[in-house]
């Protein structure tokens, strides 16, 4: 099976959680998969980014900013392979500019228009775990753009679409999606199974669990999404 599994800021976070991450990867990869994760900056370091680019200016180029987030998920996605360099598993990180993620130069809200596979499939058959940087892209001429705060559930969702996955998981800091933010209200009860468009529903009314372009696209491309924790190994989780 090919898999692609979606890892968000907070479970990359620091040392621990990132070798965490690679043990998942690792567990599915000696089965016999294919693994291909998409990884967000590490917590909150877009944030920071964005406070780094403030103290220049409040009014930044939409270019240059774009151009200052792309460094957030490629710290990651080089410490990540690291990690499985040191577990003795073969696996490389690419940015989008190495994968050809291209999108429209829409800085800061970019579209993806195509995603070239010839890296990844080449990497795939030498046995490799690949980590992509989620969140970026490139344009036409070669500059990076982003996709949205929270762009990278979106870049899980196109690759594995363009790639044709088996299946792609969404690891999040939470074990699925709920009635309303469980971290707000006590209450909230999780769904397990939610059709895209009550998905959207969620993600429009600001349930950031989930991008709401990620939703969009896995529906247009009939993807099924699974939202489960990236820290606990529970069965039920939240399927779109
Ligand atoms: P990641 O860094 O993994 O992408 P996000 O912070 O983007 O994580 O999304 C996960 C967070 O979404 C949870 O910590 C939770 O507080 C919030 N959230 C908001 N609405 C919901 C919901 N309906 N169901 C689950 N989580 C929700
Ligand atoms: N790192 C980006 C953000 O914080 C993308 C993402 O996390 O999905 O918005
Ligand atoms: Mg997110």
Redesign the pocket.
């Known amino acids: 099976m090919l898999m692609v599994k979606k890892f968000?800021?907070t479970s990359v976070a620091d040392k621990e959680k990132i070798f965490n991450v690679a043990n998942r990867c690792i567990e599915d990869y000696k089965k016999g998969n294919k693994i291909v994760v998409v990884l967000?900056?590490m917590g909150?370091?877009?944030?920071e980014l964005i406070s780094l680019a403030n103290e220049i200016s409040i009014n930044v180029p939409k270019r240059e900013m774009d151009m200052l987030?792309t460094v957030?998920?490629q710290i990651t996605v080089s410490l990540m392979a690291m990690a499985f360099d040191k577990l003795g598993i073969p696996a490389v990180s690419l940015n989008a500019f190495q994968v050809r993620m291209l999108t429209n130069a829409n800085y800061g809200d970019a579209e993806i228009i195509k995603i070239e596979t010839e890296r990844i499939q080449a990497e795939l058959s030498k046995n490799k775990i690949v980590i992509v940087t989620?969140?970026q892209g490139i344009d036409e001429n070669n500059n990076y753009t982003?996709?949205?705060?929270?762009?990278?559930?979106t870049?899980a969702v196109a690759l594995a679409s363009y790639l044709n996955a088996d299946s792609c998981e969404i690891y999040t800091d939470v074990d699925g999606v709920y009635t309303a933010d469980p971290r707000i209200v006590n209450d909230a009860i999780k769904l397990e199974n939610i059709s895209y468009d009550e998905m959207l529903e969620l993600a429009n009314l600001g349930a950031g669990v989930l991008?709401n372009k990620c939703v969009k696209l896995a529906k247009a491309n009939n993807i099924k999404l699974v939202v489960r924790s990236s820290m606990s190994n529970l069965e039920r989780n939240s399927c779109i």
């Open positions: 968000g800021g967000s900056a909150k370091h877009t944030d987030f957030g998920e989620g969140f982003t996709l949205g705060r929270g762009g990278s559930d870049t991008h």
